[in-house]
């Protein structure tokens, strides 16, 4: 969650808004900017484990903050000391390379999920505050939308709230400018 009730409140400058609807709002605006942007802004602590790709290089393909360690299935270990965090003016960081010259990712047998990173997994340590901005802004517009549309779906407080926006609805225009910055870009191969 990007936003507390609080915050939403907070910037609104209404105090009146009912929390029970804000608190519904809160999970699936936070989930529906992962999807708009294309990445996580939470953070997680583990390993995650990836094919081999190169004797020097590993890229991860999702956001890392923090590296704790690297493993590969032939019994080699990588501290934090061993690589270079790339690309340098990270977090994120999207790639991982061996600083010494002798070190090498191997593999014993096979390929698949052959290297295992431990870390924290995201874009920050803290959610940016344009991302928070972003979500707090998205929560006041589909609360007001519920004033005037009404709502159904999901209960709580005696009401029911809509959440099809989340699935398919691209974020009102200035929560975009304000994401468009941490949008992960897609490319596409033909």
Do not use: H
Not at 49 to 74: C, E, H, M
Not at 103 to 119: H, M, P
């Amino acid at each position: 969650m990007y936003c507390t009730a609080s915050d939403v409140k907070a910037f609104a400058r209404d105090s009146a808004l009912d929390d029970a609807v804000l608190d519904l709002l809160l999970d699936p605006i936070s989930e529906a900017v992962d999807r708009w942007c294309r990445r996580s802004f939470g953070t997680t602590i583990g390993a995650v484990s990836f094919d081999y790709q190169d004797a020097k290089q590993l890229r991860l393909g999702r956001d890392l903050v923090s590296l704790t360690q690297i493993d590969t299935n032939a019994d080699q270990s990588f501290l934090p000391a061993a690589v270079l965090l790339e690309p340098r003016s990270g977090p994120p960081y999207q790639w991982l390379t061996l600083i010494n010259s002798s070190d090498q990712f191997s593999y014993s047998d096979t390929k698949t999920s052959a290297i295992t990173v431990n870390g924290t997994w995201g874009y920050k340590a803290t959610v940016p505050s344009a991302v928070k901005l972003a979500t707090i802004k998205w929560v006041l517009a589909e609360y007001n939308k519920a004033d005037v549309q009404g709502f159904g779906a999901i209960g709580a407080a005696g009401m029911n709230v809509g959440m099809a926006f989340v699935e398919s609805a691209a974020p009102p225009m200035e929560v975009q400018e304000l994401l468009n910055a941490y949008r992960r870009r897609r490319v596409e191969a033909l």
